[in-house]
T-cell receptor, first 114, second 115 residues
Framework: GNSVTQMEGPVTLSEEAFLTINCTYT??????LFWYVQYPGEGLQLLLK?????DKGSNKGFEATYRKETTSFHLEKGSVQVSDSAVYFC?????????????FGKGTKLSVIP | EAQVTQNPRYLITVTGKKLTVTCSQN?????MSWYRQDPGLGLRQIYY???????DKGDVPEGYKVSRKEKRNFPLILESPSPNQTSLYFC??????????????FGEGSRLTVL
């Protein structure tokens, strides 16, 4: 079956530090890949996505590249801010399982300190 | 404003007392789903619905019921809650256009404590 593995947290960084959150996946088909973000006290919201190999998703200074050869979709940001403190979830959708169904990783909590 | 609305946001109840968490979306989405979020376990899907009168089990359906009588509503029913159902619950929805991009729209969550 499909699965998503992301680095365990929590991750604590100083403001303006470089961020990487690793995500690898297992899927039988050709999945689309996503990063969702959950700010404190809120629901999840889509941060970025990539639908095919070598695609790069980007939003709010975050980037992730769909790497089929390494089955990875690592999230990066060059300079984090306190407002980026949140829980980040990597996810995939497998068209064979129905495009609405997502498989989520367990989430990585990021805390950014001034 | 497009949104998914859950109620109640917070609830403390006792073992065995039936409760319902409501979920409503105003985006005319076909797909709706319930998740629970627990520390160290991430998000786990409880039930989902592809359209009115169509529901299916997710990964952790035991102890829960759902119904989809109207497109906008997808209530989660705990017939006889137990302490292991203490959790943070999220409802999510998606539609044909959003679904193709994999975007789920989430409610703000319902924190349930069962004593």
């Amino acid at each position: 079956g499909n699965s998503v593995t992301q680095m365990e947290g929590p991750v604590t960084l100083s403001e303006e530090a470089f961020l990487t959150i690793n995500c690898t996946y297992t899927a039988t088909g050709y999945p689309s890949l996503f990063w969702y973000v959950q700010y404190p006290g809120e629901g999840l919201q889509l941060l970025l996505k990539a639908t095919k190999a070598d695609d790069k998703g980007s939003n709010k200074g975050f980037e992730a590249t769909y790497r089929k050869e390494t089955t990875s979709f690592h999230l990066e940001k060059g300079s984090v801010q306190v407002s980026d403190s949140a829980v980040y979830f990597c996810a995939l959708s497998d068209p064979g399982a129905g495009s609405y169904q997502l498989t989520f990783g367990k989430g990585t909590k990021l805390s950014v300190i001034p | 404003e497009a949104q998914v609305t859950q109620n109640p946001r917070y609830l403390i109840t006792v073992t065995g007392k039936k409760l319902t968490v409501t979920c409503s979306q105003n985006m005319n989405h076909e797909y709706m789903s319930w998740y629970r979020q627990d520390p160290g376990l991430g998000l786990r899907q409880i039930y989902y619905s592809m359209n009115v009168e169509v529901t299916d089990k997710g990964d952790v359906p035991e102890g829960y019921k759902v119904s989809r009588k109207e497109k906008r509503n997808f209530p989660l029913i705990l017939e006889s809650p137990s302490p292991n159902q203490t959790s943070l619950y999220f409802c999510a929805s998606s539609g044909r256009l959003a679904g193709a991009s994999g975007e789920l729209f989430f409610g703000e969550g319902s924190r349930l404590t069962v004593l």
